[in-house]
T-cell receptor, first 113, second 115 residues
């Protein structure tokens, strides 16, 4: 049973436009969410996170939105750049529980120059 | 600035052979994890260790064993490799900042092929 889902395996966006990556979760006990970026032949690297007490967190071109009632989060990248082309994973954590990160299946973003 | 170091980076095994993937972190993190990445499946948790001396199964533990040797090191062992274990394996670690857990830091991965 997939607790964290990324339903879009891939996304193509023109350079300069907005990229929106989506993630849904099923476990209402998750209270910390993260986005990771992964280039080929490298390990995932942390991008941005959000606590469940917030609904938005912004870091430069990257903004994460959290809708707890819908159990949905999204990552906005504005403006998108060719160097943003990578696989993006969302992950969830339950502070009161089992001390493990659960990852989604990933979305491959391609930013077209 | 090593962070999380995994060895080896590449490995080819024959079906039935055994091997151990090594992982070490130098960030004084309590928690360590082993994930596998397969096409279309994302990152799936194999085993994790919330603290030194403890290990727990993740989503896909069958065919694997782990050892938390000390706070720095967490190894993953394949006792009898199978072609279904062909994958890219990632080790990660995370710590605490006050009452909050930090993000997980990943190693560079081990690409394992079982023939």
């Amino acid at each position: 049973d997939q607790q964290v889902k990324q339903n879009s395996p891939s996304l193509s966006v023109q350079e300069g436009r907005i990229s929106i990556l989506n993630c849904d979760y099923t476990n209402s006990m998750f209270d910390y969410f993260l986005w990771y970026k992964k280039y080929p032949a490298e390990g995932p690297t942390f991008l941005i996170s959000i606590s469940s007490i917030k609904d938005k967190n912004e870091d430069g071109r990257f903004t994460v939105f959290l809708n707890k009632s819908a159990k949905h989060l999204s990552l906005h990248i504005v403006p998108s750049q060719p160097g943003d082309s990578a696989v993006y994973f969302c992950a969830a954590w339950e502070s009161s529980g089992t001390y493990k990160y659960i990852f989604g299946t990933g979305t491959r973003l391609k930013v077209l120059a | 600035n090593a962070g999380v170091t995994q060895t080896p980076k590449f490995q080819v095994l024959k079906t039935g052979q055994s091997m151990t993937l090594q992982c070490a972190q130098d960030m004084n993190h309590n928690s360590m994890y082993w994930y596998r990445q397969d096409p279309g499946m994302g990152l799936r948790l194999i085993y994790y260790s919330a603290s030194e001396g403890t290990t727990d199964k993740g989503e896909v533990p069958n065919g694997y064993n782990v050892s938390r040797l000390n706070k720095r090191e967490f190894s993953l062992r394949l006792e009898s490799a199978a072609p279904s274990q062909t994958s890219v394996y990632f080790c990660a670690s995370s710590g605490r900042s006050g009452r909050k857990n930090t993000e997980a830091f990943f190693g560079q991965g081990t690409r394992l092929t079982v023939v």
